[in-house]
């Protein structure tokens, strides 16, 4: 279990940041890439949040672990 810490925390962060970067997106906050499908499509910031979400419980699972 030990070994399984710092793997949680770490998947935890990026899943946390790449949904932060697709709720940018998805409002149109963020226009990168410039051609990306993603930009002003209000379904990505629904799933950006859902993604941020699972992230940070990773995050919380993984700080709580012995």
Do not use: C, K
Request: proline residues 3%.
């Amino acid at each position: 279990m030990r070994r399984l810490r710092p793997i949680l925390i770490a998947v935890g962060v990026m899943l946390a940041l790449t949904g932060l970067l697709w709720i940018g997106q998805g409002l149109g906050y963020v226009h990168w890439p410039e051609s990306s499908f993603m930009l002003d499509q209000r379904v990505w910031a629904d799933y950006g949040a859902a993604l941020a979400v699972a992230g940070l419980l990773m995050v919380l699972l993984g700080r709580r672990m012995r």
